[in-house]
């Protein structure tokens, strides 16, 4: 959910963009965190864990506890609470160890 | 490889004084941050400050950073570089940063290590949920970028971070089912405290959380009191449903460029953990190396920005800058850190730092 009014703040938000997650087209604001905008989407579960398959969100959201891992646009262990939402990226939920190499 | 006389690693409020300081003794300076933007933990602090008024005392955090951006901008020997993340320092001298898709090598005179701190988290079953957030975490996402965590949150920790949140998240809408705290009393500031029991959110002192619950995300969560050995009290639990649980235990220095630097470590727990062995001047035992700010020992901004200061000058001076106030600024900045550090709020930092300089 996003706050709309507060008492003290005001927010900027970048343009209003589409992605996509996990195939599914969501919207969000342009240079957010992706966690930010998957969060207001009611997007909660980011990956799973890769010993027991738990699901996790984020936890510092300043990019340094490493729970936030998904795959972006094809790049696995990216840390989605600090990288910046682009308009068309597509985000997926990550499971396990991201597999750095490609396999052919 | 880029040269400069002092690079300084974080761009919150410590580092953003000691960029300012070491510049105004005629130091070139590199300030780097892996944020976008400068400030740190100032931008989610949308209350107003404590602190003298060189501290910035009732201005909010986030216009704090601000200003001191402004400063910093004034000066043509600083080079501000933004999404820079440090990854290592070498033998020789050199620090490695990512920059932009490419490596940076920097080959500085000085360095100061401002990297802040991280928050902690609590051993319990299920604390892994999504939904279970560091408290920061919650502030960064609901004061910086508008997001709410959720509708209903437990607050697990009566410090002032803890006090604060829970506060900004009733200014957000979001109810605040209660606070938790394992001591008999409220860690915090009375102020924020008085806050939060007029609006009457229940503090469990002397209560901890025994386990979290959830299908897949937080739902609620277990509490149960803790005697005074610190024991939980079988029959004493209770359910709360919350679809947030928000984690403020504290914050842990981010040293790791200090380990890697061969710095001298020490525990101390006052402080928030290991922090590095260090001078009055915040020299490190290295002697290339400095240090201000939460990553040489958990504290607060008004701290850091002194240390921040008391850093700049002395790095600046080690390397023959030099300006004939340099003497007054450095006694005034380290009677300014004594006159925080005073009273009984400054107690607990005052015997963590004895066991250091
Ligand atoms: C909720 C909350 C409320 C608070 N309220 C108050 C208050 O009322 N009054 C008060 O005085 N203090 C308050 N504080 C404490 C205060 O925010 C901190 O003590 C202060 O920000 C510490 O400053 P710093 O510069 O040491 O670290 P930080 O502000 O944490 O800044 C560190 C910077 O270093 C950067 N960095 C880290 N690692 C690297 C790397 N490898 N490469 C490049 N950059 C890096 C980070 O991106 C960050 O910008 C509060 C803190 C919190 C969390």
């Given at each position: 959910m996003r706050i709309e009014e507060h008492p003290v703040l005001t927010f900027q938000r970048g343009e209003k963009v589409k992605f996509y997650f996990d195939g599914k087209e969501i919207e969000g604001y342009e240079g957010e965190p992706i966690a930010a905008a998957l969060h207001a989407a009611g997007v909660r579960i980011l990956r799973h864990s890769h010993k027991k398959n738990r699901p996790r969100g984020f936890y510092c959201a300043i990019g340094n506890c490493s729970s936030c891992l998904m795959v972006v646009d094809g790049t696995p262990n990216v840390r989605v609470c600090v990288e910046k939402l682009k308009a068309g990226m597509r985000v997926e939920t990550q499971q396990g160890r991201g597999e750095l190499i490609a396999k052919d | 490889m880029l040269k400069t006389d002092i690079a300084i690693i974080g761009a919150g409020p410590a580092g953003l004084n000691a960029a300012i300081s070491a510049a105004s003794?005629?130091?070139?300076?590199?300030?780097?941050?892996?944020?976008?933007?400068?400030?740190?933990?100032?931008?989610?602090?949308?209350?107003?400050?404590?602190?003298?008024?060189?501290?910035?005392?009732?201005?909010?955090?986030i216009d704090i950073a601000g200003l001191l951006h402004e400063k910093v901008k004034e000066y043509k020997n600083i080079e501000l570089r933004l999404g820079a993340t440090v990854l290592g320092y070498y033998p020789d001298g050199v620090i490695t940063a990512e920059y932009q898709g490419r490596l940076l090598k920097i080959k500085a005179q000085r360095y100061i290590v401002?990297?802040?701190?991280?928050?902690?988290?609590?051993?319990?079953?299920?604390?892994?949920?999504?939904?279970?957030?560091?408290?920061?975490?919650?502030?960064?996402?609901?004061?910086?970028?508008?997001?709410?965590?959720?509708?209903?949150?437990?607050?697990?920790?009566?410090?002032?971070?803890?006090?604060?949140?829970?506060?900004?998240?009733?200014?957000?809408?979001?109810?605040?089912?209660?606070?938790?705290?394992?001591?008999?009393?409220?860690?915090?500031?009375?102020?924020?405290?008085?806050?939060?029991?007029?609006?009457?959110?229940?503090?469990?002192?002397?209560?901890?959380?025994?386990?979290?619950?959830?299908?897949?995300?937080?739902?609620?969560?277990?509490?149960?009191?803790?005697?005074?050995?610190?024991?939980?009290?079988?029959?004493?639990?209770?359910?709360?449903?919350?679809?947030?649980?928000?984690?403020?235990?504290?914050?842990?220095?981010?040293?790791?460029?200090?380990?890697?630097?061969?710095?001298?470590?020490?525990?101390?727990?006052?402080?928030?953990?290991?922090?590095?062995?260090?001078?009055?001047?915040?020299?490190?035992?290295?002697?290339?190396?400095?240090?201000?700010?939460?990553?040489?020992?958990?504290?607060?901004?008004?701290?850091?920005?002194?240390?921040?200061?008391?850093?700049?000058?002395?790095?600046?001076a080690s390397i023959g800058c030099s300006t004939g106030e340099f003497d007054e600024l450095r006694s005034r900045a380290l009677s300014q850190l004594a006159e925080l550090r005073s009273g009984p709020a400054g107690e607990k930092i005052r015997s963590g730092l004895k066991l250091l300089v």
């Open positions: - | 003794m005629g130091a070139g300076v590199l300030l780097l941050d892996r944020d976008e933007f400068v400030g740190g933990q100032l931008i989610k602090q949308t209350h107003k400050f404590f602190g003298s008024r060189e501290q910035h005392a009732s201005t909010r955090g401002a990297t802040g701190a991280a928050e902690k988290s609590l051993p319990f079953p299920n604390n892994d949920l999504p939904g279970i957030y560091g408290a920061g975490a919650v502030q960064t996402l609901t004061n910086v970028y508008g997001v709410l965590p959720g509708q209903r949150v437990l607050m697990v920790g009566s410090g002032n971070i803890g006090l604060i949140v829970s506060y900004q998240l009733m200014q957000a809408g979001v109810e605040v089912a209660g606070i938790v705290e394992a001591a008999p009393n409220i860690g915090g500031y009375l102020v924020h405290a008085a806050k939060i029991r007029r609006a009457g959110v229940p503090v469990f002192t002397s209560h901890t959380i025994k386990e979290a619950y959830g299908d897949s995300v937080v739902q609620g969560a277990v509490i149960w009191q803790l005697d005074e050995k610190w024991q939980p009290v079988p029959g004493t639990e209770k359910d709360i449903k919350a679809d947030v649980i928000c984690v403020a235990v504290g914050l842990t220095p981010l040293t790791e460029l200090l380990w890697q630097a061969g710095c001298k470590m020490k525990f101390v727990s006052q402080l928030g953990g290991h922090v590095p062995v260090r001078d009055e001047n915040m020299m490190t035992t290295m002697p290339d190396i400095y240090v201000a700010g939460d990553v040489s020992g958990v504290e607060e901004a008004s701290a850091a920005m002194v240390e921040g200061k008391i850093a700049g000058l002395c790095a600046a």
